[in-house]
């Protein structure tokens, strides 16, 4: 039952990942701040009237979606068994949270 519970976390971790990358993507894809490989124009883009970023909704909903998950792996890492990497776990989400919460109020303020 616990190798099963386990299996399980980590599927539906997979499937996350999965999803919110091809999602960031989606929504990065042919902007000009964001193309690969990084050439002149696109640093250019980068540098000036940084943070550009327009307020778009799909954008809002990454930053929320991330969030929203973050948040609840902080949270739930209290309520499952000791994990052995217990301290670095919730460092790691913790920083990660963090980093999100103020990049995406970065991109408020600036809009």
């Excluded at 929320?64 to 670095?88: M, N, P, Q």
């Excluded at 776990?89 to 600036?110: N, Q």
Aim: net charge neutral.
């Amino acid at each position: 039952a616990k190798g099963a519970e386990k299996m399980m976390y980590q599927v539906w971790l997979l499937i996350f990942y999965i999803v919110s990358s091809i999602y960031g993507i989606m929504i990065m894809y042919g902007k000009p701040w964001c193309s690969f490989p990084l050439g002149p124009s696109q640093k250019v883009h980068q540098l000036i009237n940084h943070p550009q970023v327009d307020s778009q909704i799909e954008l809002q909903y990454y930053y929320c979606c991330a969030i929203g998950f973050y948040a609840a792996e902080l949270i739930a890492i209290f309520s499952e068994s000791k994990r052995s990497d217990f301290r670095e776990y919730l460092i790691h989400h913790s920083v990660t949270l963090y980093l999100l919460i103020f990049s995406w109020l970065g991109d408020r303020k600036s809009t």
